[in-house]
């Protein structure tokens, strides 16, 4: 199992940027797909950027060019730098891992392939 502690949110106003980190209790270099997904008020969870243990990232197409997913596999930290934020991008930001032999988790960025999640931090974009 691993636990993921997420921070770096705040209030932003459009067009502004933020980091936000997701601090992993143990390495997870080789065994996860790691995520991040944002839930808006009244909204389903989406997925936005997922990294997996080669290396590969992918994105949703409403952030590609924006956003940028990356690990630091030394401090077993996932970041996600968020660029050109938007009010409509306001939310919860959650981390999120899977098992690596779940591969389809980081292909499909659906909320129900991964089974470990922070408690999430919030963002405020504001107009």
């Known amino acids: 199992q691993v636990q993921l502690v997420e921070s770096g949110g705040g209030s932003v106003q459009a067009g502004g940027s933020l980091r936000l980190s997701c601090a992993a209790s143990?390495?997870?270099?080789?065994?996860?797909?790691m995520g991040w997904f944002r839930q808006a008020p009244g909204k389903e969870r989406e997925g936005v950027a997922t990294i997996d243990s080669d290396g590969a990232t992918r994105y949703a197409d409403s952030v590609k060019g924006r956003f940028t997913i990356s690990k630091d596999n030394a401090k077993n930290t996932l970041y996600l730098q968020m660029n050109s934020l938007q009010p409509e991008e306001t939310g919860m930001y959650y981390c999120a891992a899977e098992r690596a032999s779940h591969y389809w988790a980081c292909q499909r960025m659906r909320r129900r392939d991964f089974g470990y999640w922070g408690q999430g931090t919030q963002v405020t974009v504001s107009s």
């Open positions: 143990k390495n997870t270099d080789s065994s996860y797909c």
